[in-house]
């Protein structure tokens, strides 16, 4: 958070956002928050009125916590403008990647949480960071 706060160029008091847990998003599903692996199907990118949107389609694969989620769900990525704080880019989305996206779904999308998802290197989520998603493992297993 302290690099988003330093790379703003308006006070940071615009930049700040409500902490939100990990924890609060594994076990958010009644309340929108979701966790889950996603494949990058395709992603567009347009410009409407001074921001830069990027639509990805995601194939989700394992889900995190309670949450029913379709096989394929659209991901909001704004580049910049809008209410992206700072202007900082939520993801570069390619095809074929793989992202853990911590996020909160309306009835149509999934608007990612800028500092906690991640894109995955062959698929791989750090032990550390998998411990906190899914409580119930122990170390070892």
Not at 66 to 72: E, I
Not at 84 to 90: H, L, Q, S, T
Not at 108 to 124: A, F, I, Q
């Amino acid at each position: 958070m302290l690099v988003a706060l330093l790379a703003c160029s308006v006070p940071a008091s615009a930049c700040d956002i409500p902490p939100v847990t990990i924890a609060d998003y594994v076990h958010g599903a009644a309340n929108g928050r979701v966790v889950f692996v996603g494949s990058v199907v395709s992603s567009a990118t347009q410009k409407t009125g001074g921001v830069v949107i990027e639509d990805v389609t995601v194939r989700v694969g394992r889900v995190f916590g309670n949450s029913n989620l379709p096989p394929t769900l659209p991901v909001l990525n704004r580049i910049t403008g809008g209410m992206n704080p700072c202007g900082i880019r939520d993801f570069s989305a390619g095809t074929g990647d793989q992202w853990l996206i911590f996020g909160q779904r309306d009835a149509e999308r999934v608007y990612p949480n800028l500092h906690l998802s991640r894109k995955l290197v062959n698929g791989h989520i750090d032990q550390s960071l998998l411990r906190q998603i899914t409580p119930s493992l122990r170390s070892g297993k």
